[in-house]
């Protein structure tokens, strides 16, 4: 998995430091009112590191995608009982099932291909050390969120502590303070 979404860490780093930028921005405008020196992001290199070593954290975790005992695909026999295939299993019972249905003549290429995209995209999960699973899409999904609002809450609370707020804004929408 690290050699396959190694492109999609540094995404992490760039996700996480344009949602430190965007926060100090916002930020300005109290600072300003305070009367307070705005340091920006450019300049700010502890707010720099602070973001580097959230998005570091995240990042290995998405690598290991939160301490996971597997990742690959379910599947239902004849019986309809789910069972599970690591990646690579899944990959090839996957091709070797559209390859076979395709040169039967059961269906076309491009119906097999809708059909096997549809499998992979639904059917991905994410085995937790404690036995639980979870889509392998909800897992990234859940795990990036989370990156991105502790971002959001450590920054917001570092701001708020250089311009001495006394209270925080509390508001429903996708990255509310906790």
Not at 93 to 106: C, H
Not at 109 to 116: A, L, P, S
Not at 165 to 178: F, K, L, M, Q, Y
């Amino acid at each position: 998995m690290a050699r396959v979404s190694g492109k999609n860490v540094q995404d992490i780093y760039k996700i996480f430091e344009e949602v430190a930028k965007n926060n100090k921005e916002f930020a300005k405008q109290f600072y300003k009112y305070r009367n307070i020196d705005y340091i920006p992001y450019s300049k700010d290199i502890a707010l720099q590191n602070q973001v580097n070593s959230i998005a570091r954290l995240t990042a290995e975790t998405y690598l290991n995608i939160a301490n996971t005992r597997g990742i690959g695909f379910l599947f239902r026999n004849q019986d309809g009982q789910m069972y599970f295939k690591d990646i690579q299993q899944a990959y090839y019972e996957i091709i070797d099932r559209g390859i076979l249905s395709i040169s039967q003549g059961k269906e076309t290429f491009q119906t097999e291909m809708r059909r096997i995209i549809k499998d992979v995209g639904s059917n991905g999960v994410v085995i937790y050390e404690s036995g639980r699973t979870r889509r392998l899409d909800s897992a990234v999904r859940m795990n990036l969120l989370d990156g991105i609002r502790q971002v959001s809450n450590e920054t917001a609370q570092r701001f708020a502590e250089e311009y001495d707020a006394d209270g925080i804004e509390i508001s429903v929408h996708s990255n509310p303070a906790r």
